[in-house]
């Protein structure tokens, strides 16, 4: 990412951070460098597509800690996989350590998104009581998984409109052959890889945190086609 395009979107995503950001400021200035993240990483698809040497497929590990470990690699999952990256997880202590492969350009922008989005998690669960009949980390973990599927399901739609808006026919093919070579090179690294099970959350934090999630606002775009508005987490 150029040095004048992560300096504007580090200080969108630093100004939707702050706590004394509205949640509808908190959206705006969310939404405008997720869609710049966007836009960015069609472009540098492209560009690769004459020099692959410009972008190529490799890899990264994050330390994901406590509390809370396991939901906010739930959040990364929720992140990476939009934007053409896959990722392992292994136990490391009493967190994980994910391994991400993709492209350069695509893991950069996993990593800058992730690193907000914890902050804004965070943010939000603090500002969330938890119902007198809950239990606290039961709660915020059903919080945490209802905040990281919204953000999936926005990020996909970002990801979509930019690809539709870049004028180019034959992107859809380059971005499919672009997640095919990350998932050769993770299954070459993991040839036996097994699938998680699915989790069991008996909080009632996840309309909270989907709530939250929406209103993060991710994209160029909202989940019905319309324009969208112009690391860590504590106990």
């Not at 993770?186 to 945190?209: H, K, N, V």
Request: net charge neutral; with cysteine; proline share 6%.
């Amino acid at each position: 990412m150029s040095e004048a395009m992560l300096s504007k979107v580090r200080k969108l995503l630093a100004q939707a951070e702050d706590p004394a950001c509205t949640p509808a400021e908190a959206a705006a200035f969310t939404a405008k460098a997720t869609e710049l993240i966007a836009r960015y990483g069609v472009d540098r698809a492209l560009l690769a597509v004459d020099d692959p040497t410009t972008d190529p497929v490799g890899d990264r590990v994050l330390d994901v800690v406590a509390p809370y470990a396991r939901d906010k690699v739930g959040l990364l999952a929720a992140v990476a996989e939009p934007l053409r990256c896959r990722c392992v997880r292994r136990r490391q202590g009493n967190g994980f350590a994910l391994h991400l492969f993709g492209f350069a350009s695509d893991l950069e922008r996993v990593d800058l998104l992730f690193t907000s989005l914890l902050v804004q998690a965070a943010h939000g669960l603090a500002a969330t009581p938890v119902p007198e009949d809950d239990h606290p980390a039961a709660f915020r973990r059903s919080w945490l998984a209802g905040f990281a599927e919204v953000i999936g399901g926005r990020l996909w739609a970002a990801e979509t409109a930019a690809a539709s808006e870049s004028g180019t026919p034959s992107v859809a093919l380059v971005l499919a052959d672009r997640s095919d070579r990350v998932q050769r090179r993770l299954s070459e690294e993991y040839p036996r890889l097994r699938t998680a099970p699915p989790r069991r959350l008996g909080g009632t934090g996840f309309g909270s945190g989907a709530e939250a999630g929406q209103r993060a606002n991710l994209g160029g775009r909202d989940l019905a086609g319309h324009s969208a508005a112009d690391r860590r987490l504590g106990r």
